[in-house]
């Protein structure tokens, strides 16, 4: 997108736009978020921590060698403010053929050797390779889906993505209730990933071609390199469990992912709003007023939804599971409340990162990046050797997210003027409170459904009373905003 074509838009209407997009997201997030939860409690219960493990290990090292070949070319395509040539397009097509197709081969090649180093069981071996075809439908999507990011099409983007986790989920469900075991994990990935492709090829038709063009070669590579070498020190941050595995065996990673995996179910609110931030801070880069209230709207917002969440699981974390996954999922406690402690900071993250990216700060983004993960894997190399066990990567988030979370905060004052205490704050208060509610109403009762909706609905009653007290009338003043 021009410059020219960017300021027919006012910053308003930007915001508008975003939040129907977001409206569009969560409505059909919604739906695959109560499939996906489906899902997560029946694997849980027919498959066993070490199988699940063992599966968080092999898309790790599949996840890896994707974000290496990606070269950061969808942040940059999305970015850029000109309109995209055909050459523009090819040329990154051909780029990331070129490096996928590397990947798979080298995959496939270092199977055996991945298997043995973290003591996973025979059968792993073709499910690396199987798994690592992915790579090469990512190249198909890659055109289709920024194209439809740069319009802000948040409608048909959303639909994509609900029609591949639907796929996931509902795969994965059929075939291991027919005793598919860590297969059934594989497979559901595999035929995901080619409906995602499918439908974004859809809405977005583009016909595949090779090109070699040194001038876009230079802009790709100039913002997606940082972009990416960010992304990669990303995905190293967030794998420090599978990553790990060398040392607790894939039964810890079991427990982590586990608990992850909830965990994650609080940070629903901020996936959806960050699909949408950077192409959204993007457009609105170059007005300091425009960014600061775009960012306090999704702080606002994000912290409003995901909050009552986080109290949920903290709150009634051992009924939850004793009831819904069983007992053999009890080691994981420990785990998901700090892992739930790191998620109240890692909302700030999540919404902050993407505004130095949008503005083109890729060096400051990429320190502070480092920075972070260097901090996270030091913190777990020394506490996955103590007595906390596996636990002890989950202590490492949650002590190295809020002090990325501050930083970041520093860096954007210099972006754009936001006010994130005033903007978070009425939410984690009032979360804190309806937590303590429910862990007080849980162990007063005896440990049935029954007991748990009741302890559920207290407290979540207690946060909404609380929000409309300190915060209501600038929510209303927000809904008005953005649907007027």
Same mark, same amino acid.
């Given at each position: 997108m021009n410059g020219s074509e960017a300021g027919l838009v006012s910053s308003g209407d930007w915001q508008r736009r975003a939040a129907r997009g977001l409206v569009a997201l969560m409505v059909r997030d919604g739906v695959i978020r109560v499939l996906a939860l489906a899902s997560h409690i029946v694997l849980a219960r027919l498959l066993s921590p070490e199988a699940l493990g063992a599966f968080a290990v092999v898309l790790f090292a599949v996840s890896l060698f994707d974000v290496i070949?990606?070269?950061?070319?969808?942040g940059a395509l999305v970015q850029r403010r000109e309109l995209l040539t055909l050459p523009d397009q090819r040329t990154a097509f051909t780029l990331q053929a070129l490096i996928e197709g590397v990947s798979v081969l080298l995959i496939w090649l270092a199977a055996p050797t991945l298997a043995a180093? %973290?003591?996973?069981?025979?059968?792993?071996?073709?499910?690396?390779?199987?798994?690592?075809?992915?790579?090469?439908?990512?190249?198909?999507?890659?055109?289709?889906e920024a194209r439809l990011e740069r319009k802000?099409? %948040? #409608?048909?983007?959303s639909l994509a993505g609900a029609l591949r986790a639907a796929t996931y989920h509902a795969v994965a469900l059929a075939l291991a209730l027919a005793g598919f075991g860590i297969w059934s994990l594989g497979?559901?990935?595999?035929?995901?990933?080619?409906?995602?492709?499918?439908?974004?090829?859809?809405? @977005?038709?583009?016909?595949? /071609?090779?090109?070699?063009?040194?001038a876009s070669i230079r802009w790709l590579l100039r913002f997606g390199g940082p972009f990416q070498a960010q992304r990669l020190v990303h995905l190293a941050k967030d794998n420090v469990a599978p990553a790990l595995g060398v040392v607790y065996g894939a039964a810890g990673v079991g427990y982590l992912s586990f608990a992850g995996r909830l965990?994650?179910? +609080?940070?629903?609110?901020?996936?959806?709003?960050?699909?949408?931030?950077?192409?959204?801070? @993007?457009?609105?880069?170059?007005?300091?007023?425009a960014m600061g209230a775009t960012l306090e709207l999704a702080v606002r917002w994000t912290a409003l939804l995901s909050c009552p969440l986080i109290a949920l699981l903290c709150?009634? /974390?051992?009924?939850?599971?004793?009831?819904? %996954?069983t007992d053999k999922w009890l080691p994981a406690l420990p785990a998901l409340y700090l892992l739930c402690a790191e998620a109240v900071f890692g909302l700030l993250t999540s919404l902050l990162m993407p505004v130095l990216q949008a503005t083109g700060r890729l060096s400051t983004a990429l320190r502070l990046s480092l920075a972070w993960a260097g901090l996270t894997w030091?913190?777990?190399?020394?506490?996955?050797?103590?007595?906390?066990?596996?636990? #002890?990567?989950?202590?490492? %988030?949650?002590? +190295?997210?809020?002090l990325a979370a501050l930083l970041l905060a520093r860096q954007i004052r210099a972006v754009a003027p936001v006010r994130l205490l005033p903007s978070a704050g009425p939410a984690a208060g009032a979360a804190l409170a309806a937590g303590a509610i429910m862990a007080l109403i849980a162990g007063r009762l005896n440990t049935s459904l029954a007991s748990l909706a009741v302890a559920a609905v207290a407290g979540l009653a207690v946060y909404a009373g609380l929000i409309a007290w300190w915060q209501g009338r600038r929510l209303l003043a927000d809904a008005r905003e953005l649907w007027r």
């Amino acid at each position: 997108m021009n410059g020219s074509e960017a300021g027919l838009v006012s910053s308003g209407d930007w915001q508008r736009r975003a939040a129907r997009g977001l409206v569009a997201l969560m409505v059909r997030d919604g739906v695959i978020r109560v499939l996906a939860l489906a899902s997560h409690i029946v694997l849980a219960r027919l498959l066993s921590p070490e199988a699940l493990g063992a599966f968080a290990v092999v898309l790790f090292a599949v996840s890896l060698f994707d974000v290496i070949g990606e070269l950061g070319l969808s942040g940059a395509l999305v970015q850029r403010r000109e309109l995209l040539t055909l050459p523009d397009q090819r040329t990154a097509f051909t780029l990331q053929a070129l490096i996928e197709g590397v990947s798979v081969l080298l995959i496939w090649l270092a199977a055996p050797t991945l298997a043995a180093a %973290y003591r996973l069981p025979p059968d792993t071996v073709p499910l690396f390779r199987w798994l690592s075809l992915s790579l090469l439908l990512s190249t198909v999507a890659l055109i289709p889906e920024a194209r439809l990011e740069r319009k802000l099409d %948040y #409608g048909r983007l959303s639909l994509a993505g609900a029609l591949r986790a639907a796929t996931y989920h509902a795969v994965a469900l059929a075939l291991a209730l027919a005793g598919f075991g860590i297969w059934s994990l594989g497979l559901a990935f595999l035929a995901s990933v080619v409906v995602g492709t499918g439908a974004l090829w859809a809405f @977005a038709p583009w016909r595949p /071609g090779w090109a070699w063009d040194r001038a876009s070669i230079r802009w790709l590579l100039r913002f997606g390199g940082p972009f990416q070498a960010q992304r990669l020190v990303h995905l190293a941050k967030d794998n420090v469990a599978p990553a790990l595995g060398v040392v607790y065996g894939a039964a810890g990673v079991g427990y982590l992912s586990f608990a992850g995996r909830l965990a994650t179910l +609080s940070a629903a609110p901020a996936a959806l709003v960050n699909r949408i931030s950077f192409a959204t801070y @993007a457009r609105v880069q170059d007005d300091r007023a425009a960014m600061g209230a775009t960012l306090e709207l999704a702080v606002r917002w994000t912290a409003l939804l995901s909050c009552p969440l986080i109290a949920l699981l903290c709150g009634l /974390g051992r009924p939850i599971v004793h009831l819904v %996954y069983t007992d053999k999922w009890l080691p994981a406690l420990p785990a998901l409340y700090l892992l739930c402690a790191e998620a109240v900071f890692g909302l700030l993250t999540s919404l902050l990162m993407p505004v130095l990216q949008a503005t083109g700060r890729l060096s400051t983004a990429l320190r502070l990046s480092l920075a972070w993960a260097g901090l996270t894997w030091a913190l777990a190399l020394v506490l996955a050797w103590s007595p906390l066990g596996f636990a #002890g990567v989950a202590a490492a %988030y949650a002590l +190295s997210t809020p002090l990325a979370a501050l930083l970041l905060a520093r860096q954007i004052r210099a972006v754009a003027p936001v006010r994130l205490l005033p903007s978070a704050g009425p939410a984690a208060g009032a979360a804190l409170a309806a937590g303590a509610i429910m862990a007080l109403i849980a162990g007063r009762l005896n440990t049935s459904l029954a007991s748990l909706a009741v302890a559920a609905v207290a407290g979540l009653a207690v946060y909404a009373g609380l929000i409309a007290w300190w915060q209501g009338r600038r929510l209303l003043a927000d809904a008005r905003e953005l649907w007027r």
